[in-house]
Each structure stands twice: as C-alpha cells, then as structure tokens.
C-alpha cells in the first residue's frame, strides 16, 4: 500500500473519444507525475505537477493534458484517443521542492484500451 | 535523447542460480534507482544509488552504480521464486526528470 490511489483501474474506449484518469496522492506529498507504460515496456513520462502548475513534460503530444488541484490530487486528460494510446497509466506521487525528485511512490495504474 | 539500455530483456533460471542485470547509457545521470514491479501493480522502489562507483546491498540483491554514473547493475544471489518480477532501472536526468529503462522480466522456477 502507498497511499496513491487511482481510478478508474480499468477502461474501454473507442478511437476519437476522450478520457480522464484520477490520482489521489500520497498525504503530505505535493508533486503527482504521470507515466504512460506499454505492455513489456518501461514507464515513459508524461508530465508532471508540482503544487498546481505543470514543471516537467516528456515527448507526449497536446491532447495529453493534466491538472493538479489544491488537494495535490492529479487528472489526467487524453483527447482523440488512438490505438497506441493503449496503456497502463501510473501516477506517482513524491514530496519535492523545486521539481527534485523525492521517492516515488506509485498507484496501481489505470490500464486503458482503446479499440 | 537519453536513454537507458537494460539488458538482458528476459531471463528464466533456477531457484538458488546467480544473476545480473545491467543498466546502461551514453548519459550521465545525477542518481539511478531501481524498481520492482508485480503484475497488476505499479513499481517499488527497492534503492537510489547517487555516488559513481557507490555499492548497495539489500539482503541478496546488490546494486552498484559505475564510476562515471552512467551504468548500474543489480545482481541477485541465490535467487528464489519469490524474487520474481519486472526489474526497471531509472536515471534521474539534469531537469530531475526520471529516464526509464525498458526492464528485465525475471523468472524464478522452484
């Protein structure tokens, strides 16, 4: 147990649609990064929050967005899903100033497929 | 870009055998950690190596970290069923951003 719930754990979807995935961080921590992870893959970063504003993107298109709210918990919107946008999300939630990385500790993913 | 080799992909061995797994870049990173993860779940973190040419131990496991902070290696004694899982390495770059490598799939047959 971490304390980094997500939701929902598992979704459909069809090309076109949009979705939004939830994260509730870990209590005390004020930065929530989200990670899209292909099946025999490792982790690929997609953003990350620190105390409500966006401090960190990877190589992920416009339709992927977030939010993070007062609370630290986390969104993550995807726009015009494609097939390859099939995935296990993960969130992780750390304690970190000025972006430094403190020890993630990571939900158990939402795993999306998108047909 | 940077990236993080793992390497081997995927290795099946006897309970009580010796392994290695390695970790490699062209890129040097500030820290390395090293992560665990089970089906279904997201990764553990199991140890951050910081200092090149730093060694850690965790009961059989041991991780070292290369001298010019650009690899790593996990290597696991005597290994048993229940170390089984994804193994992932991840290089925390200049932007503090967390570089992930692809991961290794270990299996451990009784």
């Known amino acids: 147990e971490t304390g980094v719930t997500q939701s929902p754990t598992h979704l459909i979807k069809t090309r076109g649609q949009q979705v939004t995935l939830r994260c509730s961080s870990q209590?005390?921590?004020?930065?929530v990064s989200w990670y899209q992870q292909a099946l025999g893959q490792g982790p690929q970063f997609i953003f990350q929050?620190?105390?409500?504003?966006?401090?960190g993107r990877g190589n992920f298109p416009p339709r992927f967005s977030g939010l993070q709210f007062p609370n630290y918990s986390s969104e993550l919107n995807v726009n015009a899903l494609e097939l390859d946008d099939s995935a296990l999300y993960l969130c992780?939630?750390?304690?970190?100033?000025?972006?430094?990385?403190?020890?993630?500790?990571f939900g158990e993913g939402s795993r999306l497929t998108v047909l | 870009t940077q990236l993080l080799e793992q390497s081997p992909q995927f290795l099946s061995i006897q309970e009580g055998e010796n392994l290695t797994v390695y970790c490699n870049s062209s890129s040097v990173f500030s820290s390395l950690q090293w992560y665990r993860q089970e089906p279904g779940e997201g990764p553990v973190l199991l140890v951050t190596?910081?200092?090149g040419g730093e060694v850690k131990k965790l009961k059989r496991l041991t991780f070292q970290f290369g001298d010019a902070r650009k690899d790593s290696s996990l290597h696991i004694t005597a290994a048993q069923p229940g170390d089984t899982g994804l193994y992932l390495c991840?290089?925390?770059?200049?932007?503090?951003?967390?570089?992930w490598g692809a991961g290794t799939k270990l299996i451990i047959k009784p």
């Open positions: 992780a939630s750390s304690w970190g100033g000025t972006g430094r990385p403190g020890e993630l500790f």
């Open positions: 929050y620190y105390r409500e504003e966006e401090n």
């Open positions: 209590s005390g921590h004020n930065t």
């Open positions: 991840a290089g925390v770059n200049s932007n503090y951003q967390l570089i």
């Open positions: 190596v910081v200092t």
